[in-house]
């Protein structure tokens, strides 16, 4: 048995089902998620109701980086094996990254105005986490002004989506290695385990398998759509040139 084939084979029959199993699973988990967070989440004795907004905010800056890298490892590929394919997930993943950074950012600011008394303060993580927004919205307006096949542009992109990336750790150290305004890890404590009680946990949880089903979702959508404006142009091509001969 060619188990390399098999295996692809295997792969390419869990892919193919995600039209079928990521639509409802995310919509029932979404659906979740607002109600744990919403009803059955416990009111914060300190924050208050605003602090409901971390059930949205903590999971979409995690699934960041689940986008970004998606979008890293794309574009290695890309680099490695000019396979334009890979092109098209690396810009389906900026694209959802780039919305979960905003969302991110937003959901802080809100959180952030009656705790830290101001919408924006240049935080570390706050700062590091804009600088990643801004190099990946470069990166998508960059990769946008040339076509879908455009190889050289592709591979440029690919590079700067590489570098871009390296941000990553800096965001997820920045609590660590500097004095920041933004607080310490909430979900689990090396030393000390969680550091929410049991129902803000499930719910965060939730959050997270929700979030991650909705990323998921979005990058596939995204990705067949962007392999389909290749396939569209490459064909306009093709015509083109039986055209002119």
Known sequence: MNVPRALTAAVHGVYGLRWLVLPPATAI???????????????????????????????SALMTYLAFGITFVSSLIVLWKRDMRWDAAARASATVGVIFTAITLATGAIWGK?????????????????VLFLIFSAYLLARAVAGPNDE???????????????????IHMSVSWWRTLHPQPIVFRPLDGPALPDEMLLVLMIGFGAIFLLVLWMTSLLTDAERLAQRTEALRARLDREDRG
């Open 29 to 59: 988990a979404m659906f979740a998620l607002l109600v744990g967070a919403v009803i059955a989440a416990p009111r914060e004795i300190v924050e208050g109701e605003v602090q409901r907004l971390m059930y949205i905010h903590v999971p």
């Open 114 to 130: 009656p705790i830290w008394g101001v919408y924006w303060a240049w935080d570390a993580r706050l700062t590091t986490t804009l």
């Open 152 to 170: 050289q542009v592709a591979r440029y992109a690919a590079v700067f989506a590489v570098i871009g990336a390296l941000d990553i750790p800096l």
